[in-house]
């Protein structure tokens, strides 16, 4: 199984990400922690995108795409992986597309969690508030103004990969607002192909459905979507029956090393 997740910064893609890693025993791949990674550990790569990832902005594509496609050649991902954050712009997704062909594998899917940017927005804000009020440690773009930033970069710079893999029949959306359990179900139903079928869109209503930030009613001010705490994100990790049906797929245990160098996402 090789997924995509698709969604902007605390849409949930990090807390599904990690629900889906045991039911298809592969291995979560995050750009973002394997960028954070390399600038705690001050390699080259992390020198250069220390400075970017505090204003918010997309690191360099060549960067990303080269620590992508060493990871995806490493042996614990052979048997499949998610990726989480990446691709982030069209070139990406054609880098992507050229390695995969290069070592004659296909995606499996492209799933998109369709979120309300302003609740989206409120509910990320509460939380950085929350754990400055106890005294936790924030990530560098963890304050409201880089927080915008990177809504902004979605906006700007991924939110047009909807339209890319929908021309290219790979794109399922799910809604992204659900309580967890339920986008996880919803995930699982959209790859097994049950509900949601594949969709085609003319380049015009895939732009539309690209920008989907905005396109929900406030519906779901008491669901979480993203962002889980470690708790909860601990507790998600016991299957719903609905969900686990819906994946009809044996579970497989994931690698170890999938999960070693997960750090707090949102
Ligand atoms: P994330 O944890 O996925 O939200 O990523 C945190 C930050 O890492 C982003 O705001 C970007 O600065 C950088 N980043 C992560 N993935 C990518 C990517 N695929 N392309 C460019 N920059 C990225």
Do not use: C, W
Request: charge should be positive; proline fraction near 6%.
């Amino acid at each position: 199984m090789r997924l995509i997740l698709l969604g902007p910064p605390g849409a949930g893609k990090g807390t599904q990400a990690q629900r889906l890693l045991d039911r298809y025993g592969i291995v979560q791949l995050s750009t973002g922690d394997m960028l954070r990674a390399a600038v705690a550990t001050g390699t080259p790569v992390g020198l250069k995108a220390k400075d970017i990832m505090a204003r918010g902005e997309l690191v360099p594509d060549d960067v990303v795409v080269a620590i992508v496609a060493d990871r995806i050649a490493q042996p614990d991902a052979k048997n499949g992986f998610i990726l989480d954050g990446f691709p982030r712009t069209v070139p990406q997704a054609q880098a992507l597309d050229r390695m995969l062909a290069a070592n004659g594998l296909k995606l499996d899917g492209v799933v998109e969690l369709r979120v309300d940017e302003n609740i989206l927005l409120e509910r990320i804000e509460n939380r950085i508030a929350q754990a400055q009020a106890r005294g936790e440690p924030l990530r560098p773009d963890d304050n409201p103004a880089v927080l915008r930033k990177r809504l902004q970069a979605y906006r700007e710079q991924t939110a047009p990969l909807a339209a890319y893999y929908a021309l290219k029949r790979e794109l399922r959306s799910v809604d992204g607002m659900a309580p967890i359990g339920e986008v996880t179900a919803a995930i699982a139903r959209a790859l097994s192909g049950d509900n949601v079928k594949k969709k085609k869109a003319s380049p015009a209503k895939a732009e539309r459905n690209g920008n989907v930030l905005s396109g929900h009613a406030a519906k779901a001010s008491s669901h979480r979507a993203g962002g889980a705490s470690k708790a909860s994100r601990a507790k998600g990790k016991a299957r719903t029956g609905g969900a686990a049906r819906a994946a009809r797929k044996p579970t497989a245990r994931r690698p170890a090393r999938g999960k070693s160098s997960r750090t707090r996402k949102r």
